[in-house]
T-cell receptor
Framework: DAGVIQSPRHEVTEMGQEVTLRCKPISGHDYLFWYRQTMMRGLELLIYFNNNVPIDDSGMPEDRFSAKMPNASFSTLKIQPSEPRDSAVYFC???????????FGSGTQLSVL | KQEVTQIPAALSVPEGENLVLNCSFTDSAIYNLQWFRQDPGKGLTSLLLIQSSQREQTSGRLNASLDKSSGRSTLYIAASQPGDSATYLCAVMGGAQKLVFGQGTRLTINP
């Protein structure tokens, strides 16, 4: 298996633009997580899905953030409109069960100017 | 609210030394604890997973221990090598099925 695949690797955009991050989890993994990493706050869980259903989105910072999982092999995290404080590395991760090892993608480095 | 602390934030040691990284957490009601490694510009790689019923896990030169009652875990690295240089993060899972991460320890092994 190729592991968790995220795209794009880097995204540079201007304030106010819409940003869409994409993730393909490992096949057979029923849990998908979106994390954000910054120097100041470390790794923060934004939202997670189980069997394509959002279970906990309490970490989503504002209504500008939304996430979907239309099927077992694809998820998106959208920011609209983007702001400079959204600049961070966004990671997608998946696992077969919540009490088993978590596998991370390589992340998307987002810069909002 | 669960809080995870890792001390020190950075550690530099000469090659060949054995070393210990520390992790502490405030709420002992956890399901498991994971240690991750993160290389610059990369994602996280899970190194060891300790279930709440276990006391330790070993993989090669790595050994992780868990003491739930005191809210502590250690990651022991034997015979360190320059390739071990990375940031090491611990994370605990509580009842909400969410991992809470520490800020990490940045480890440098000097040849």
């Amino acid at each position: 298996d190729a592991g968790v695949i995220q795209s794009p690797r880097h995204e540079v955009t201007e304030m106010g633009q819409e940003v869409t991050l994409r993730c393909k989890p490992i096949s057979g993994h029923d849990y998908l997580f979106w994390y954000r990493q910054t120097m100041m706050r470390g790794l923060e869980l934004l939202i997670y899905f189980n069997n394509n259903v959002p279970i906990d989105d309490s970490g989503m910072p504002e209504d500008r953030f939304s996430a979907k999982m239309p099927n077992a092999s694809f998820s998106t995290l959208k920011i609209q409109p983007s702001e400079p404080r959204d600049s961070a590395v966004y990671f997608c991760a998946s696992s077969s069960r919540p009490d088993e090892k978590l596998f991370f993608g390589s992340g998307t480095q987002l810069s909002v100017l | 609210k669960q809080e995870v602390t890792q001390i020190p934030a950075a550690l530099s040691v000469p090659e060949g030394e054995n070393l210990v990284l520390n992790c502490s957490f405030t709420d002992s009601a956890i399901y498991n604890l994971q240690w991750f490694r993160q290389d610059p510009g990369k994602g996280l790689t899970s190194l060891l997973l300790i279930q709440s019923s276990q006391r330790e896990q070993t993989s090669g030169r790595l050994n992780a221990s868990l003491d739930k009652s005191s809210g502590r875990s250690t990651l022991y690295i034997a015979a360190s090598q320059p390739g071990d240089s990375a940031t090491y993060l611990c994370a605990v899972m509580g009842g909400a099925q969410k991992l809470v991460f520490g800020q990490g320890t940045r480890l440098t092994i000097n040849p």
